[in-house]
């Protein structure tokens, strides 16, 4: 039985991702690491349970400071995926958000169902403006739930940051509370 948590399926469950689960994220991102690599940052840094809580805890803090928060997918028990708001910025109204999922848990809707639970939080519980998503413009799965989320493609930073040896570009999604009517 888990307290805090937000059904995504007959299955699945969003629920924060904590210090506490560093073992289990831990353990996540090196089955995982290959698939998530190419992506994000993080899959490289978090080698280790040690590494997993500490990353976990920046999230705490930053939760706490209400500038960001991280949530799990867990899918029947196990840990397989996870959202986070990597920004929240309440005093502009701005937050970005962003997810992540094991191969074998994908084609069940399971990041849209989760990013579409985050957005409303963020626009209609908090009041925020705009959320926005960005993702290098080769991962076309992240830009779909992008789409699905009736996000707006407003724009490619081009070379905005170096990653696994390659300057990347940058797509920016978002999404405006005006939007949503």
Partial sequence: ?????????ENA??????PWNAVEFAEYVDRDREHLGPWLPW????????SARKWLQA??????RDEGRIFGIWLDGKLQGG???????VPSGVCELGAWLSPEAGGR??????ADRLVRWALDERGMTRV?????????????VAERLGMRHEGTL????????????????????ADRG
């Fill in 83 to 89: 959202a986070l708001f990597r920004t929240f910025d």
């Fill in 1 to 9: 039985m888990t307290l805090f948590g937000h059904p995504l399926d």
């Fill in 43 to 50: 899959a490289h840094a978090i080698t280790d349970s040690e």
């Fill in 59 to 64: 999230y705490a803090e930053r939760q706490a």
């Fill in 158 to 177: 081009r070379q905005v940051f170096p990653f696994n040896g390659v300057r990347q570009d940058l797509e920016i999604w978002a999404l405006l509370a």
């Fill in 132 to 144: 926005e998503w960005r993702v290098t413009p080769a991962n076309k799965r992240s830009i779909a």
């Fill in 13 to 18: 469950q969003l629920r924060p991702l904590e």
């Fill in 109 to 114: 809707g399971l990041v849209t169902r989760a």
